[in-house]
């Protein structure tokens, strides 16, 4: 039973993905913000002190064919004297005029004084990419309104300790089931270019 309701969602999702929203290929760029906050500290009502200190602006690039979807955002990040971001592929479904994604990526961060390059989260930092299967993975999830050519999202990332090196994928589950409340929440406004 659970193969045939897979089969049927997976069969009902292909169409959907390729014919609602903009079509079988996407292309978008626009601009993001991210804030440090968190939904725990959103919920205890920390954000309303919130300022324009706690946000980092930057760039979204987005590409989707059909249901996947590869997305890289790119803030300056004065704190740390760089720049920073998450490059994340997910599974994209366009319904009607929104878009539901959810996915796994890499933070990186980019220091201009020292010129160190590094990847992934506190749980498991690379410095060379080479050694990309020992960083940690970040979980993506993000809900955008195809508005006409623009399109207007939220996005949550919530890091994990999970990388291909460990191969802790129930640790993966495990913290989206009891640390989802620690993701860090993000806006971007784009525009469709194909």
Do not use: H
């Not at 292309?27 to 002190?49: C, F, H, Q, R």
């Amino acid at each position: 039973m659970k193969r045939f309701a897979i089969a049927l969602i997976i069969a009902l999702m292909i169409p959907a993905c390729i014919f609602a929203g903009r079509g079988l290929f996407d292309l978008t760029l626009g601009v993001a913000a991210s804030t440090t906050y968190d939904i725990e500290k959103a919920k205890e009502g920390e954000i309303k002190n919130i300022t324009l200190d706690d946000f980092k602006f930057g760039a979204d690039a987005e590409v989707k064919l059909a249901f996947v979807s590869v997305d890289g955002k790119l803030f300056y990040d004065q704190a740390n004297k760089g720049i920073s971001g998450l490059v994340s592929a997910n599974i994209a479904a366009d319904i009607f005029f929104v878009r539901v994604k959810a996915g796994l990526g890499y933070q990186y961060t980019y220091n201009f004084d020292t010129k160190t390059f590094s990847l992934g989260n506190e749980a498991g930092i690379v410095n060379d990419f080479a050694n990309f299967k020992d960083a940690c993975f970040d979980v993506n999830a993000g809900v955008d309104f195809l508005i006409g050519p623009v399109t207007v999202g939220a996005y949550a990332t919530l890091p994990t300790e999970t990388s291909i090196a460990n191969g802790q994928w129930g640790e993966l589950f495990k913290a989206l089931a009891e640390k989802w409340n620690l993701a860090q929440l993000g806006l971007t406004v784009g525009f469709a270019l194909l």
